[in-house]
């Protein structure tokens, strides 16, 4: 049922809510940090320890998106290249190995292809084919070398490593580095569950051990890969009158399977490949160098716009692609001068801090990891946040960014929030939740017409009411602004 707006009538009422929303009894073990300023009259209309370090979560994200539009610019696409050593004979055989050469385009995923991996993997298909090649003697290579460091960003969990936002980080991604379960009932109580994988693929196995319970009873499903494993465990039980449900599942070795995805897309149209399908790394190519400006370009795919990318990665906070465009900062950063020991990721988070200075923001004031916000080690403060949405408002790509944030009640992780009240369609945010933290910062015009800049975080709350976690509290915040219907000059008058 819709909330009936309460409109505040001036500066000192709003105040007053935002103070009692925060200082409630039931948040004494708990740190809330707030910050609010006008875009259009540049005044503080409320801070609460706006000035300590905080878990973001996945606000961290705004920071990231800002510098990858910053540095490189909203119409900037990533190029996956395939090379080899020769041009195909007459006959079209190429007589060597060909190389997919990544750069961590995250844009070839089954989601924005109808469902169909093989149509995101066509243009690269066609790619070839337009190369003449219609038979590759040599092996297929799946080269993940661009990127240089670990498989994880740092500071993430072994329990992460196992889900889905979790995924590796490789410079040859595929289909978001998951593959899709649908998980249905067998035919009768007591039969083993049925499971079917999307993209349909041997590249992982199965160990089912769920089973179909009696109608009614309570689903209990439990999906687990360990780590560095390509088999799925599948243990609990599965109503027989339940209607399923899907899960995705990452992989390992993604850089692998795009290859091996790559190799059936060419099987399919007859092209075959009589030699292996492997991957190259970075130590690998330190040990055996790849000079790609010497051998041939066959053909190459673009990934989205930057542009798109900040909203692909923003709207439903997708962790692969915030550290993604990480890396590729810091790989653009290395090409400006010689950096062999640091990692792609430490090369990024290099550019954040220069990034900062930038914006007028204390390096002190934001303390990364990695670009996702999955560490729970990154650090940020809400006036820190905030001067960074103040600074981007000022960019060239400033509607760029504001239109890849989630709108409240319309999409994105905002979608079924704050719906019904004054901050539907009027609040523009960057969520961002882990356990004991609830955060969210970003846009919002109030009900008097004025736009607002906003950074709200929640840490260290354990709510005692199921059916109000953080996120609601938080959300209580923005709805409050929403609902204003004075003007931050007013104080002037």
């Known amino acids: 049922m819709a909330q009936e707006a ?8 709003l105040r007053q809510k935002l103070e009692e929303q925060v200082s409630q009894p039931k948040f004494a073990a708990a740190m809330w940090g707030v ?4 875009l259009d009259t540049g005044k503080t209309l409320f801070e609460y320890n706006a000035q300590k370090l905080f878990s973001p979560a996945s606000n961290s994200k705004l920071f990231t998106v800002a510098l990858a539009l910053e540095r490189l610019g909203p119409d900037y696409r990533v190029k996956t290249s395939l090379y080899a050593p020769s041009k195909p004979d007459p006959s079209g ?3 060597s190995d060909l190389i997919i050469f990544g750069r961590g385009d995250p844009c070839i995923t089954a989601r924005l292809y109808g469902g169909d ?3 995101a993997l066509q243009p690269l298909v066609a790619a070839l084919t337009n190369a003449g090649v219609k038979g590759i003697a040599g092996d297929l290579v799946g080269d993940e070398s661009y990127f240089r460091g670990p498989i994880f960003g740092s500071g993430w969990t072994w329990e992460d490593m196992e889900t889905a936002y979790g995924a590796e980080l490789s410079a040859l991604t595929i289909n978001d580095n998951a593959v899709q379960l649908t998980i249905r009932p067998g035919e009768r109580a007591g039969a083993p569950c049925k499971i079917a994988l999307s993209p349909a693929t041997t590249f992982l196995s199965l160990s089912n051990r769920a089973v179909t ?7 209990t499903i439990h999906l687990q890969r360990a ?3 390509n088999v799925f465990f599948l243990s609990g039980q599965l109503a027989s009158d339940d209607k399923g449900y899907t899960e995705d599942g990452p992989v390992h070795n993604p850089a692998l399977l795009f290859a091996s995805l790559f190799r059936e897309a060419l099987a399919r149209i007859g092209i075959q490949v009589a030699g292996n399908t492997r991957t190259s790394n970075w130590p690998d190519r330190e040990a055996k160098p790849i000079a790609t400006d010497q051998m041939v370009e066959l053909g190459s795919v673009s990934s989205l716009s930057v542009a798109e990318w900040a909203k692909e990665t923003l709207k439903p906070s997708q962790n692969l692609y915030a550290d993604l465009v990480l890396a590729q900062v810091g790989e653009k950063a290395r090409e400006a001068r010689l950096s062999p020991n640091q990692t792609s990721e430490e090369l990024g988070i290099a550019e954040l801090g220069k990034f900062l200075v930038q914006a007028g923001i204390k390096r002190d004031e934001v303390l990364f990891d990695e670009g996702s916000g999955l560490s729970r080690n990154n650090l940020a403060t809400p006036k820190a946040t905030v001067a960074l949405l103040e600074f981007a408002a000022r960019r060239p790509w400033a509607e760029v960014f504001l239109q890849a944030l989630p709108v409240a009640g319309v999409d994105g992780t905002l979608r079924e929030r704050m719906k019904g009240t004054a901050a539907e369609g009027k609040v523009r945010a960057k969520t961002g939740t882990l356990r004991w933290v609830g955060s969210l910062s970003g846009h919002v015009t ?9 950074s709200v975080m929640l840490n260290r709350y354990h709510s005692a009411d199921p059916n109000r976690p953080a996120p609601a509290e938080v959300d209580a915040l923005a709805v409050m602004l929403a609902e204003f219907k004075g003007r931050s000059e007013e104080e002037n008058r």
Do not use: C, H, W
């Open 227 to 229: 780590p560095m494993d």
């Open 446 to 454: 109030t009900a008097g017409g004025e736009r607002l800049v906003f």
């Open 213 to 219: 319970a009696n109608a009614g009873q309570k689903r």
């Open 117 to 119: 991996i093989y149509r």
């Open 6 to 13: 309460k409109p505040t009538a001036n500066l000192a009422e």
């Open 35 to 38: 910050k609010v300023i006008s």
């Open 93 to 95: 055989t190429l007589a």
